[in-house]
């Protein structure tokens, strides 16, 4: 039987701010189910029509996002363990994917080499200095 | 302001008079965690590498636009949400959607309730950005409050009912608490944002559901 998705995973599917788990399956239910497309687009209509709801806002601005710094110190198990759990909770239940993102690259940097990283980064640089300062 | 946002704010300062050490400041500073974002639902590192880079791009031709008091990091995240869905709609794994459910839906689109319908009430971004800002100032003062007083049972609980989307039953459930306790934890919070929007003198219409339980 297809999941029952809420009006709050909903509006962050269209932020594309679900875990990515959680996007594939809404994706395979809209495949399947054109009443989820219309509740989609009454989510986008409401939006255009300037409604608000505390879940987005709160969403947009990472109200309850811990630190970068303490999600580091949640890598390195230095945070209070009531600090801890609300991390665990915020990444894992709520399933911020901001926040995992911040976390998989706090992981990385002790996993990749420099080398690739620096290439990346000089990459990224190349392809867009060029567009410094313009429509300044 | 925090130490990580005086960081950001000189940063964008120094990028818009053109100064290209600052932009590789600001790459090597933002590039990882929004590879990290994209890749989660790519798996394929040289095409999460280009939206990233088209990000990149993106940020600075939006640059003009930008408002300094929003965080650099949403900011950022945003313009590469957008970039993924283009690269996620391009290969078909995104189903587009419509803007609207359209004239036969009956009006779909408004939230559960009684309220009046939502195009009467269309009105300018000036507008729409003050009434976020007042709701967002609210939200993160409650916040910060519960997570002072170590009252994480409560933040969880309004985190679980508003950001989720659970029913009462599955947050009392998956937080070991009563229904009751649930109810009136999200009674008590919509009261203070009720009376955040009376006091501020914004318009209830536009936050429908702070009023649901009260029609």
């Not at chain 1, 399947?32 to 987005?56: F, K, S, V, Y």
């Not at chain 2, 078909?92 to 803007?99: C, H």
């Amino acid at each position: 039987m297809p999941r029952d998705f809420s009006e709050a995973e909903l509006e962050a599917y269209l932020d594309e701010a679900l875990t990515s788990d959680e996007m594939s399956d809404i994706e395979a239910a809209l495949r399947a189910d054109p009443q989820l497309t219309r509740r989609l687009a009454a989510i986008n209509g409401r939006r255009d029509a300037g409604l608000h709801t505390l879940g987005e806002i709160w969403r947009r601005h990472r109200a309850s996002c811990p630190s970068r710094e303490q999600l580091g110190s949640y890598l390195l198990g230095a945070v209070h363990n009531d600090v801890a759990d609300y991390i665990d909770f915020h990444l894992k239940t709520v399933g911020c994917r901001f926040c995992q993102a911040g976390l998989a690259d706090l992981k990385s940097r002790h996993e990749e080499s420099q080398e690739t990283v620096d290439m990346r980064r000089r990459k990224y640089y190349d392809s867009s200095a060029g567009y410094l300062n313009r429509g300044e | 302001m925090s130490a990580s946002s005086e960081v950001d704010s000189l940063l964008i300062q120094r990028i818009r008079g053109g100064d290209s050490d600052a932009w590789g400041e600001l790459i090597v500073r933002y590039e990882g965690r929004l590879l990290a974002f994209v890749e989660s639902r790519v798996r394929n590192r040289a095409s999460s590498e280009d939206i990233v880079q088209e990000a990149f791009i993106g940020f600075l031709n939006s640059l003009p636009n930008f408002d300094g008091r929003r965080p650099l990091e949403s900011y950022l995240f945003s313009i590469c949400a957008y970039k993924l869905t283009d690269h996620l709609r391009r290969e078909g794994r995104r189903p587009a959607v419509p803007l609207s459910a359209g004239s036969d839906s009956g009006g779909s689109w408004d939230l559960p309730g009684n309220q009046r319908a939502a195009s009467s009430i269309a009105r300018s971004g000036e507008r729409r950005r003050l009434e976020e800002r007042a709701i967002t100032e609210a939200i993160q003062e409650q916040i910060d409050r519960w997570k002072e007083r170590g009252d994480w049972t409560k933040l969880k609980c309004i985190e679980l009912l508003f950001v989720r989307g659970w029913a009462n039953k599955d947050v009392a459930s998956r937080l070991d608490i009563s229904e009751q306790q649930v109810a009136n934890f999200k009674f008590d919070f919509l009261a203070r944002m009720r009376n955040i929007i009376r006091k501020q003198g914004l318009s209830e219409d536009v936050f429908p559901e702070l009023y649901e339980e009260e029609s």
